[in-house]
Structures are given as C-alpha cells and as structure tokens.
C-alpha cells in the first residue's frame, strides 16, 4: 500500500487496444455461453442466499442433522454409517470402521454444539462415543482437541469408547489422536446418498441435501458445474480478450466508490475536490475499489500548495518534499480510508522524504502528540526507513467493523466514512496540525 500510485486505477486509459464494434457486438448479442453463466450465478441456493456457506455452526447443523437417525429426513442411520465408517477408515484405535458398518445406529443420539463440541455422537448400545471437530474455516486451538477428549471421557467415567473425528476443509492434521475426514469426502458421501436414495426421499428433502452439497463442492473444488464454468470463462476470455478488458478496465464499480462519490458529493474522476465532515474541510484525491485517499485541508495549508504546470505534473520549483515526488499525492503524509473483508479503516502515514534529517524532524514533531491515539513504531526513525504509520492500530476508533451485507450499501459505507472521520476530526486533525506547524517552523522550509 505505500508505495501504491492510486491514480493509475483512475480514469486512465492503460491501453490502446480498443475493442471494435463488431467485437463488442459478437461478445453482447446472442452470446449462449455468456447466457450459461448468467443462469449458473443465478442458480437459487437458500444456503447461499442466507449467507451461511461460510458459518461454522450452520454447517455443524446441517450435518448433525444429516448423522441423526431419528430425524425427519428419512434416512434412518444411512448417513451416519457412511460418515463413520469413511472418518474411521484405517484407524487402529478404539472403534474400527467395520464394526460401525456391523451395527445397528438407530439408538445413536446426536447433539450439536454439546459443551462447545461441534458434533457429538452417543451410541449407547455400543458404549461408544464420537467427537467430531468441524472446521470449516478457523484451525483447531491448542490442546483444544485433547481437553474435548478428556472432559468426554471424564463424563462416561471409562465406560464408553471415545472416538474423536476432526472434520475439515483443508489439509490439515489434527493435534490429538483423532481421525481425519475432509469436506470433499463428505461431498462424495452426499453425492452418493442422493443416487442411492433418490426414489425414497422427498422432493423437499432431496432438494435441500442437494442445495448443501452444491454448497460444500463450491466450498473445495468440487462442484462439476462450477468447473464446467471456470472453464468455459476461461474459452470465453481466450475469445473476446480485448473485449472484457476494456470492460473491466472502464466499467467497473464497486459500492464503496459510490460510497465515495456520496461522501465528496462529487465525481471520481476529479482530483482535489474538497468536501467537509462536522465542519473540517477535507481534501479528496482519488480512488479505486477498497481505497480512498485524503488530507485535511489545514494540513495542507500548513505544507503549502503544490504548483502543478499546464500538463497537470507538479513543479519542481522551490519543490521541499524531495522523496515523496512519486508516493501518493507528493505530500510527506497522507491518509487513506482503507475497505476489506472485516472492516473500513482510516490510515495516516509518514512519506519517503530523501532527507533522513528532515523525515525525522516530522516523525518527532508528530510523536510528540500525547492523547495516546498517536503511535509510531521504533523502526520509523531508522535511517532508510520509507513509510511509517501513526494512528494506533490497537486504541481509538479508527476502524469500523463491517459485514457482508454493509460491502453492498454504499449509504452504510458512507455513514461509516463520517463515523471515523468525526473521531479523526476530535482526536487526530487539530493535534497533527500543531505537529506540522512545530516541523514548518523547525525546519523553515518555505510554502509553494
């Protein structure tokens, strides 16, 4: 991020190879393999559209009431011999896969998130017992694995064998004496108890196994049609190249530019538009998908304007911030508003002045901000060091959490925006502007 140009991903043209119009035609009209996309990502799936593919709980219901005999699928112990007995394979130690596959499970009781256990199994005919660890996408703490095993066999007191299986979407080895069953198996499982059940199962219930092992084939690879997909996106790019270049190139938007777009209540493609958050003027320079970047108009005040020629370039007369000409928008600091998977968070960052001296001179003058919302790190004053962050990443409001559905509400993002720069209003802006005031008279460097 600190040495990132954010202008190139604005309003510039990267090539010129225009598509002609006969290609964009060819590539639009009466396209079917562009039709078989389209109908495979609006393939309705209720797991999907309830956003619980990637809920660790979610997936340990399901399956809990897969592994249940007694519930209202049909299955009777179908499910949770297959599951057993594959989880089991190999394994020399307590119960084997061919006495589960000798027995009868009808007695088996299933519980869910049974004293923070994912997925547990009592047989009680059997005296035996299972632990099943279900990671979908976190991995096993430590000792987690054991101290499940050892609470279990404290309860039966010895009676019952103890069996632990660890359920997960990646290669990952379990830290205790448990079995091992992937995802992808659980995919076969499913896959086959569909053939092989097809005719006894309702049309509801049928439907909805089907819907979660789509749900966990997407999750490892293993959806045929998704394959079929990526590879027919593969023959289509090879196809028109040019064309979904420049479409990806000049059309593309994301809610967290017309985030932006509300919040400078302006146009991207303009630089230095000004725009103001609880009566602080701001200054905005570009964006791109997930980055805004900003100053306070009093910082730059303080810093002094940049002169920029006819082409738009910035001149080099009386030019102080030797170091900074290609970093960002040439000031020797700079924030940016950054958006991820969990969060929207306000950087504020020292540049790459050539002056070790001067650059230091900054980094004192800012340090000695003391409300505890400033920090820099030991390394920002070694000589060589480029970029140094300074708003605390641990104290303050300077990120706010966001969910999935908030990365497609532009009037979410925008509320969010005003959020953090109320609190960087309070805590940030008036404190930094004496910093730089004191480095201005420090340093007697001369506005442009």
């Known amino acids: 991020m600190n040495s990132l140009d954010i202008k190139t991903t604005q309003g510039r043209i990267l090539s010129d190879n225009f598509p002609s119009k006969n290609e ?39 399956l809990g009431w897969l592994l249940n005999p007694m519930e209202n699928h049909g299955l009777g112990d179908w499910f949770l011999k297959a599951f057993l007995t594959e989880a089991l394979k190999g394994v020399s130690y307590n119960t084997s896969a061919l006495e589960v596959q000798s027995v009868n ?56 064998k103890i069996s632990g299986v660890f359920l997960t979407l990646y290669d990952e ?11 992808s198996n659980v995919y076969e499982l499913i896959e086959m108890l569909l053939h092989q059940n097809k005719d006894t199962l309702s049309e ?40 979904i270049d420049f479409i990806y190139e000049h ?42 970047s900003f100053l306070p108009e009093k910082w730059i005040d303080i810093l002094g304007e940049l002169n920029h020629d006819q082409k738009g370039n910035i001149s080099t007369n009386a030019y102080p911030w030797s170091g900074c000409e290609k970093w960002w928008w040439k000031y020797p600091v700079i924030c940016w508003f950054e958006l991820n998977e969990k969060s929207i968070r306000i950087h504020a960052e020292v540049g790459p002045l050539s002056s070790f001296d001067l650059r230091k001179k900054l980094i004192n003058c800012i340090e000695k901000v003391n409300t505890g919302k400033i920090k820099l790190s030991d390394k920002s004053k070694v000589e060589g060091a480029k970029y140094s962050k300074f708003l605390a990443q641990n104290k303050g409001k300077f990120s706010s959490k966001i969910n999935e559905n908030d990365t497609h509400d532009a009037e979410a993002i925008k509320t969010k925006f005003e959020t953090l720069l109320t609190y960087f209003n309070e805590h940030v802006v008036e404190q930094i502007s004496e910093s730089l005031n004191d480095f201005i008279q420090e340093t007697n460097s001369p506005k442009l």
């Open 204 to 243: 509801k219930v049928y439907n909805f196994i089907g819907y979660y092992q789509e749900t966990i084939g997407r999750k490892c690879g293993m959806d045929s049609e998704l394959v079929d997909m990526k590879n027919l996106a593969k023959q289509i790019y090879r196809e028109h190249k040019s064309v």
């Open 173 to 183: 080895s379990p830290d205790d004496d448990y079995s091992t069953i992937r995802y």
């Open 105 to 160: 499970l009808m007695d088996a009781n299933v519980y869910v998130e049974w004293n923070n256990i994912d997925i547990f199994i009592e047989v009680p005919n059997q005296k035996w017992a299972f632990i099943i660890e279900n990671k979908i996408e976190a991995s096993q703490s430590h000792n987690q694995l054991k101290n499940y095993r050892t609470f279990v066999e404290e309860y039966y007191k010895g009676e019952f």
């Open 24 to 62: 964009i035609e060819n590539f639009i009209i009466n396209n079917s393999n562009i039709s078989n996309i389209e109908a495979h990502l609006n393939k309705f799936n209720p797991i999907r559209v309830m956003q619980m593919e990637n809920m660790e709980i979610r997936h340990s219901a399901i």
């Open 251 to 292: 059309g593309k938007s994301t809610q967290f530019q017309y985030a932006v777009s509300q919040l400078i209540d302006g146009e991207l493609d303009k630089n230095n538009q000004s725009f103001s958050i609880s009566k602080v003027k701001y200054r905005y320079f570009a964006s791109n998908q997930n980055v805004m």
